[in-house]
């Protein structure tokens, strides 16, 4: 299947690792200029200069998706360098504690908030500024299947992600008259840092957990609850993004599409 993402320029936030470096990768071997945006810029310039020997092509910006004037900068580094913004990849995210919502401190909440769902605003307001007067672009946002099911211990990152899916369906319908398209995809079952840190939450919290390792929990977890009985990987969601960002996909607008191996079935 041809993509026709050649030569299109995509922002990927959070490239620099986990699934933003798969779909940094993704994205550069169907043909994209592809800026890898992160905070931990050294790792940005590794995945670019991993794809730029592959013979691709590619940036690493230095982002904090968070504030204001860091996305305005990185918006403005890629528009003075390559005249656009054709893709945006809004992947940053994570969670900063593992807790009972009586347990969590504000700060905790507001940290998880901001990483998931500030850094989806900020990042989609600063390219679609690019992208209307165009009357082009995709807009891609990185929610979790924990944005369509409350889980114990993970409230601040389920209250976040299930607005990410709420802001795509807006810009979704406030976009569509310039022919921008906004999605969502959720990732099921990838080992990440973040799911680490759950999983060592429940050790904590539960005594029949505390002999396993948190990789056990994690693999109890995926098989009791997945159809396919395996986890996904960072591939596996670039893989939809790629198809998202495509003209395969120029019909498709305000869906939350699971990657899950069906965990998920709505």
């Not at 580094?77 to 919502?101: K, M, R, Y």
């Not at 929610?143 to 992600?161: F, Q, R, T």
């Not at 807006?170 to 099921?188: H, K, L, S």
């Amino acid at each position: 299947m041809d993509l026709k993402i050649e030569g299109k320029i995509a922002i990927v936030t959070g490239g620099g690792n986990g699934i933003g470096r798969a779909i940094v990768k993704r994205l550069a071997a169907e043909g994209a200029v592809v800026v890898a945006a992160d905070i931990d810029v050294a790792a940005a310039e590794k995945v670019v200069a991993e794809i730029e020997a592959d013979g691709g092509k590619g940036k690493a910006i230095k982002l904090d998706a968070t504030d204001e004037t860091s996305v305005k900068e990185m918006a403005k580094t890629c528009l003075d360098e390559f005249g656009q913004i054709d893709i945006l990849v809004n992947n940053v995210g994570g969670g900063e504690a593992s807790a009972f919502v009586v347990d969590y401190t504000a700060d905790n909440w507001d940290k998880t908030i901001d990483m998931n769902l500030r850094s989806t605003f900020l990042c989609s307001q600063a390219a679609a500024r690019d992208m209307i007067p165009r009357r082009s672009g995709r807009i891609i946002n990185i929610s979790s299947i924990a944005g369509k099911n409350g889980e114990p211990l993970m409230g601040a990152y389920c209250a976040s992600k299930f607005g990410v899916i709420g802001l795509t369906q807006t810009m979704a319908r406030e976009f569509g008259r310039f022919a921008i398209t906004v999605n969502a995809v959720c990732p099921g079952y990838v080992w990440t840092p973040a799911w680490e840190g759950l999983a060592q939450g429940l050790k904590d919290k539960f005594e029949v957990l505390k002999d396993k390792s948190t990789e056990e929990i994690f693999k109890a977890r995926v098989k009791s609850v997945t159809p396919l009985g395996h986890p996904q990987t960072g591939e596996d969601i670039a893989s939809m993004v790629a198809y998202l960002a495509s003209e395969e996909a120029k019909n498709i607008t305000g869906q939350a599409i699971n990657v899950d191996g069906g965990a998920v079935t709505h």
